[in-house]
């Protein structure tokens, strides 16, 4: 059901956009995506804003025994060329490297309000709908994701507890 949506969506060539929204409207895929083995709970964010210049497409948040698993999503056009003909970084996506390295820059200089702001949006703005909002997020272990304590994880690097 959801494969021959979204091939619908892509194969209209309706952009980036349009497979964003069908994303956010079904959010399983995202957490799926990211997420194949679920921990205790689950959040997906949409359009997940953090300093004035910083919004993420989607992040995906999962608690585990251990804390919590953070990805923090960019998509690009469908069409898009990864890699040139040269079989080097296309454009496209050289930019996409650089902004999610300064993502990491602005989270790695302002975790504690970045922590802040996913528990709020968690809060209010989860796509999953898996609990009931206004519900803190917090794993089976009582790992709170506001709390500078909990250990958080992101693929590229672990985000440091705020001292």
Not at 61 to 87: M, Q, Y
């Amino acid at each position: 059901m959801f494969h021959a949506a979204l091939k619908n969506v892509l194969d209209t060539k309706s952009g980036e956009r349009a497979a964003c929204t069908y994303l956010r409207d079904n959010a399983e895929i995202v957490h799926c995506a990211l997420c194949p083995q679920s921990g205790h709970f689950n959040y997906v964010l949409y359009e997940f804003p953090f300093g004035a210049q910083h919004k993420a497409d989607f992040v995906v948040l999962t608690s585990n025994s251990r804390g919590w698993d953070v990805n923090f999503v960019e998509c690009e056009p469908v069409d898009a060329k990864v890699i040139t003909k040269k079989r080097k970084p296309a454009d496209r996506l050289v930019g996409a490297i650089s902004q999610t390295k300064d993502w990491g820059r602005y989270i790695s200089l302002n975790n504690g309000t970045v922590r802040r702001d996913l528990a709020d949006w968690c809060k209010s703005r989860d796509k999953l709908l898996y609990h009931t909002p206004g519900t803190e997020p917090t794993s089976y272990t009582g790992h709170e994701l506001r709390d500078p304590e909990t250990y958080i994880e992101a693929p590229s690097k672990p985000l440091k507890n705020s001292e």
